[in-house]
């Protein structure tokens, strides 16, 4: 049973817009860091962005500043990654994921549960 649960993605033009959820069940997210994964067509899977218990964010693509947003939202227990400008090569499967800690993370072995992810083509 997955406790990480993505939605929203979908097919999208080139400058569209989306905005993708991940709810957690069985644990608190504001206790820990959680990060969004990429895994484009093709290539390994790649970390975006983390926000970490103290909602400190970090993003790692110098492709995404201004266009990708990371935030959480305690009441509803849920991540989300709001993606603005969208270009094709934004195209991929994204996963959320929980570290075991307060803490984010560029270890991928830190990251304890996965959603089963959500496809997002930027297409026209």
């Known amino acids: 049973q997955k406790h990480l649960v993505e939605s929203g993605g979908g097919l999208v033009r080139p400058g569209g817009s989306l905005r993708l959820s991940c709810v957690a069940s069985?644990?608190?997210?504001?206790?820990?860091?959680t990060a969004w994964f990429r895994q484009a067509p093709g290539k390994e899977r790649e970390e975006v962005l983390c926000?970490?218990?103290?909602?400190?964010?970090?993003i790692y693509k110098a492709s995404l500043q201004g266009r990708f947003i990371i935030s959480r939202d305690s009441v509803k227990n849920t991540v989300f990654l709001d993606m603005s400008s969208l270009i094709p090569e934004d195209t991929g499967i994204y996963f959320c994921?929980?570290?075991?800690?307060?803490?984010?993370?560029?270890?991928?072995?830190?990251?304890?549960?996965w959603g089963q992810g959500t496809q997002v083509t930027v297409s026209s």
């Open positions: 069985e644990f608190t997210l504001d206790d820990f860091a």
């Open positions: 994921a929980k570290t075991r800690g307060e803490y984010c993370s560029r270890d991928v072995s830190d990251f304890l549960d």
């Open positions: 926000i970490n218990s103290r909602g400190l964010k970090f």
